[in-house]
């Protein structure tokens, strides 16, 4: 699938179509169906890939991941992560809402929300800070 048909797909996937694209990422109108025949810069592409918030490496076809996916180790280690936070907050006085105690259904509920933003903070800094040559 060649970059232009992944940028299709992608604007597909969100309904909406090349202009609307061109217009929201500030490119030239028409200038994705001009990527057909000419390569596009990496400037250009970087705009789209941080639209669609996959990777340059996708777009051009060279892997089927479309983010920057955390490995086994890392949700672990996200997992232990958001324990210690959990264990710290019972040890250093209790949590409380409105003045009353956190139920154990609310704790689960936190340690959600924690792991969720632990891993989303830690797929952006990857996304971020990941060399090309150890990207997928």
């Given at each position: 699938m060649s970059t232009v048909e992944r940028i299709k797909?992608?604007?597909?996937?969100?309904?909406i179509t090349f202009a609307e694209l061109e217009r929201r990422i500030d490119l030239s109108n028409g200038q994705i169906a001009r990527w057909k025949?000419?390569?596009?810069?990496?400037d250009k592409l970087e705009k789209v890939a941080e639209y669609f918030d996959v990777s340059i490496d996708f777009l051009l076809g060279r892997t089927e991941k479309r983010y920057f996916d955390l490995t086994k180790k890392e949700k672990t280690d996200i997992g232990q992560e958001v324990e210690e936070m959990?264990?710290?907050?019972?040890?250093?006085?209790?949590?409380?809402?409105?003045?009353?105690?956190?139920t154990d259904e609310a704790k689960e509920k936190l340690a959600i929300a924690l792991q969720v933003a632990l891993e989303l903070s830690?797929?952006?800094?990857?996304?971020k800070f990941t060399p090309k040559k150890h990207r997928d």
């Open positions: 797909k992608l604007c597909e996937e969100q309904k025949k000419q390569t596009p810069g990496v959990l264990n710290g907050m019972n040890t250093s006085s209790e949590i409380n809402f409105y003045g009353e105690p956190m830690k797929k952006e800094a990857k996304k």
